[in-house]
Each structure stands twice: as structure tokens, then as C-alpha cells.
């Protein structure tokens, strides 16, 4: 039988052990603060809780990478996609993407808008070390591999795929607000991706989109978002700016900020036009939103295979489903309706077009092809317009009736 003074001891050992641990990640979420949020010259607060610092061009994260300790930050592209008007993308002519914080201010001349990063955001991730990436294999895998891990697999898909070689995509986005499960998301996303094998540890991807995902943001806000990788999601990349890797050069645009207007059920719709391409001079992959609003690059260098183009490119709608519970989740993906609802009620994306590698920008008609991981759950349906191009309508409910 344990005296007395034994376990004194032991519960005293516990609770210094217990102090020790919470001392480290204390410091460790301090250190992480201090490199996620630079100097500022300006600090602007937003009207939906967000605080955006104004960081000089000189202290720009992109420097703590150890590949880009000298880089030269390139301040707008010095190629573009055939037909393009180059004029169009002069800053003196640019029309923003509206963004709340703007309300209450502007960051000054050569200076970029970073939204700050609060302890309580690294305090609700489960990992300091891997803070603001996604889970490896978070890839959508094929029908038959999908089906054979879908107990194991919490990341469900409905989107258009099309395969072969590119240098860049581009979309109009529908944008809403739906309802997400504690610790789940839901977003509607473009990846642009370089997959030359069966191995998932050499995929590269480009991402971009808008996501609602409290446990990230702290809210239910759908937020403008990217996300890159070079190694399938396992130790490289993250979301916005978590770590060094995005070059951000416009000083309007705050990446990870609110989209200030969503749309509504038998509303007003609300969407982005959303293009990555790739320079064909520096080989970085660039950036737009709206008509000409740059926002800035990946890094080719930043990147294995993407380096040389794409391999495919997908369109469409994610979420997670933690499976907490014995039945299926209902976080909504899209509006939350199904794909035939249609318009005013389905989520969208029209005008989807590729840029090959010579640099023509058209739709991948005759090419592209719909994949769904649980289509009981989220579906998809996809047709073509005369003013819409190649376009589909996606989402659900998740838990119903068929999906359980």
C-alpha cells in the first residue's frame, strides 16, 4: 500500500510536470506570435473583430524563409496569359475586392496588410509545430480508393477535374455562409496541382478560395483563403500567411480577411473571379482576384514539380467531417442544397477555363470530368452556358435521409 508521503510526492511531481508543460507551450506560442506578426506601421482595426497590421515591404514574411533570405520581391508580373491587357493590371487602375477593414483605413505606401494572429488562434489548434496546415493526404483521392477508406477518410469532395498540362486556371466563384460543426470547415476552392506519380509525398499544390472554419478564425465569417504544399501536405505549407512561402504585394487586400458580402437563398448572389497563372518569364505562379487585382505570387523555387506546370486542375467544394458522432456530420458544403436546386438556392462556379502551356486561357470542354467522394451527402451537377461557359452547381446538407 503506497504511504502517505509517497503520494504526496507524486501528485507534487505531477503538478510541477503539469506546470513545466504549459510553461514551454506558453513560450512556444509566444515565440510563434512574434515571428507571425512583424513590426507594423499602422495597425487598423475591423468593424467584424479582425486587427490588420501594415508591415513594410521590408519585413515582409517571405524573408524568414531560408530559401528567400535575398529574395527580390517582384512587384507585379512580368508575363501574362495571350490576349491579356497587361495595362490592366497597373495599381492606379485597379478595382478592389471590397474588404471590411478598409472602412476604418488603408495601409500606407509600400507596406502590406497582414490580418495579426492572436494567441487564441494557436491556442485552439491541436499542434503548435504543425499550426495552419491541413492534414496530410488531404488530397481527394480516387472513387475506389475513397470508397475503400471512407470509415478512415474525414475530408468529403464534390468538384470538377480536369487532367493534362497546364499553366494556370481560373473561375468565378459563388460565395456563402453555411453552417460548419464545431472543428470541422466548409469551403469552395480552386487547386492547382502537380502530381507526377502514385506517390502522394511529391504532390504540389496551389490553392485558393473561400472557407468558413471557426476553429481556425475564431468565427463563422467565410474568409478568403490560399494554401500551398510541395510534399502531399506533410511538413511543407499552410494556409495564408502561417508560414514564409506567399508573396503578397498589394497593399488593399488582406489574405484570411472576411468576404464582406455573401449571398442569400432566393437572394442576391455574391461572387470573386479568382486566376492563378504561371510567369512564363520567372516561373512564378501568380495571384488575381477580380479583373486585374493583383494579389501577389508563389515562388517557383518554392516548388518541385510545379516548377515546370501543372498536371490538373479542380474546382468545387470541401468538408471535413471529424465523425464525432455515430452519424454522418452536418456541416453544409455550399449553400447547403443540392446541386439541383439551381440557381439562387444551389452554390456555384462558372467561367471555368485552364491556361495551357502556351499560354491560351480556354474552357477545358471535352476534358473535364465530376467527382464526388459521398454524393448522398454533397453532389454535383455541371452543364454549359452561353454567358456561363462551363459551370456547375454543388453542395448539400450533409446529414439526411441518405446520408447518415
Known amino acids: 500500500m503506497m504511504s502517505s508521503s509517497v503520494l504526496i510526492i507524486l501528485i507534487i511531481a505531477s503538478v510541477v510536470a503539469s506546470i513545466d508543460f504549459s510553461d514551454t507551450r506558453d513560450a512556444e506560442i509566444d515565440q510563434l506570435l512574434k515571428k507571425l506578426n512583424k513590426p507594423a506601421l499602422k495597425s487598423i482595426k475591423s468593424p467584424d473583430g479582425d486587427i490588420i497590421d501594415c508591415v513594410h515591404m521590408k519585413n515582409h514574411p517571405i524573408y524568414d524563409h531560408p530559401l528567400f533570405k535575398n529574395h527580390t520581391i517582384q512587384l507585379r508580373p512580368s508575363s501574362y496569359p495571350e490576349g491579356w491587357n ?3 493590371s497597373d495599381t492606379k487602375k485597379q478595382s478592389l475586392v471590397n474588404q471590411l477593414w478598409t472602412v476604418n483605413g488603408r495601409c500606407p505606401k509600400n507596406s502590406i496588410p497582414i490580418r495579426r494572429t492572436r494567441r487564441e488562434d494557436i491556442v485552439r489548434a491541436k499542434s503548435i509545430k504543425r499550426y495552419g496546415k491541413k492534414d496530410p493526404n488531404s488530397l481527394p483521392q480516387s472513387k475506389a480508393t ?3 477508406n471512407r470509415n478512415f477518410s474525414e475530408h468529403e469532395y464534390s468538384q470538377v477535374v480536369v487532367k493534362g498540362k497546364f499553366h494556370g486556371a481560373k473561375a468565378i466563384i459563388n460565395v456563402w455562409k453555411p453552417y460548419v460543426q464545431p472543428d470541422e470547415f466548409s469551403l469552395a476552392q480552386m487547386w492547382v496541382v502537380a502530381r507526377p506519380s502514385s506517390n502522394f509525398s511529391e504532390v504540389n499544390t496551389i490553392e485558393v478560395g473561400w472557407q468558413v472554419y471557426k476553429n ?4 463563422d465569417f467565410p474568409r478568403y483563403f490560399i494554401y500551398w504544399t510541395r ?3 506533410s511538413d511543407t505549407g499552410c494556409y495564408n500567411l502561417d508560414c514564409p512561402g506567399f508573396v503578397p504585394i498589394n497593399q488593399h487586400f488582406a489574405i484570411g480577411a ?6 442569400t437563398l432566393d437572394g442576391r448572389q455574391e461572387q470573386f473571379p479568382v486566376t492563378i497563372w504561371k510567369d512564363r518569364h520567372s516561373g512564378h505562379w501568380w495571384l488575381k482576384f477580380s479583373t486585374n487585382l493583383i494579389i501577389g505570387y508563389w515562388p517557383s523555387t518554392l516548388f518541385t514539380h510545379l516548377q515546370t506546370g501543372a498536371t490538373e486542375v479542380q474546382w468545387g467544394g470541401e468538408i471535413a467531417n471529424k465523425k464525432d458522432q455515430p452519424q454522418h456530420t452536418t456541416t453544409k458544403m455550399g449553400s447547403g442544397n443540392f446541386a439541383q436546386e439551381g440557381w439562387k438556392k444551389a452554390s456555384y462556379f462558372r ?3 485552364i491556361i ?9 470542354f471535352g476534358t473535364a470530368y465530376t467527382y464526388m467522394s459521398h454524393e448522398s451527402c454533397y453532389n454535383i451537377k455541371p452543364g454549359i452556358h ?16 441518405n446520408c447518415i
Open 86 to 88: 497587361n495595362e490592366d
Open 146 to 148: 475513397y470508397s475503400a
Open 216 to 219: 481556425k478564425y475564431g468565427d
Open 231 to 233: 510534399d502531399g501536405y
Open 258 to 263: 472576411a468576404v464582406q458580402s455573401v449571398s
Open 351 to 353: 467561367n471555368l477555363e
Open 356 to 364: 495551357d502551356e502556351g499560354e491560351i486561357t480556354r474552357p477545358p
Open 386 to 401: 452561353n454567358v456561363w461557359g462551363l459551370y456547375f452547381y454543388y453542395g448539400g446538407p450533409g446529414r439526411n435521409p
